[in-house]
């Protein structure tokens, strides 16, 4: 079945490592707790803030590491589900039913997208498939 990450987008105060309240954890906790009886749910974590991180750029001439924290907090990534759909569209019912990621906010995002799977990949040989399988 195919796999999609459901991104969620930090805000400022996400990004100033504000607590959660208790309504809210209470609304993801039992969204959580609904996509794993519904048995598509793979992973859900949150991040701590773009602060405690770094960026990594690579360049021809090497790689440059930039420490966070980092200004556009709507490009950063607060959180994560994984999930095991049969469909996009399935995917995209469950991540729409999501309570608000970022209630204090005065808008909250999410984004969501599939993964690219062996089939997907033409240059993706049965020998580098195999390969790839023992990392995973």
């Known amino acids: 079945m195919p796999r999609f990450m459901v991104f969620v987008k930090a805000s400022a105060e996400s990004e100033a490592e504000a607590p ?4 809210m954890l209470e609304a993801m906790t039992a969204y959580n707790e609904e996509l794993h009886r519904a048995g598509v749910l793979l992973m859900a974590e949150g991040l701590k803030p773009s602060k405690y991180g770094a960026r990594i750029i ?3 001439n090497g790689t440059e590491v930039v ?22 569209e399935e995917a995209l019912e469950w991540a729409k ?5 970022m209630p204090g906010s005065p808008e909250a ?4 997208r599939p993964f690219y ?5 033409a240059e993706f040989s049965p020998q580098l498939q195999e390969r790839w399988a023992v990392v995973e």
């Open 20 to 23: 959660p309240d208790l309504k």
């Open 67 to 88: 420490d966070g924290p980092f200004t556009e907090s709507k490009e950063i990534i607060a959180g994560f589900w994984l999930l095991e759909c049969k469909s996009y």
């Open 117 to 121: 799977e062996a089939d997907d990949l």
């Open 109 to 112: 995002e999410t984004e969501i």
């Open 58 to 60: 690579f360049k021809p």
């Open 97 to 101: 039913r999501a309570p608000n990621p």
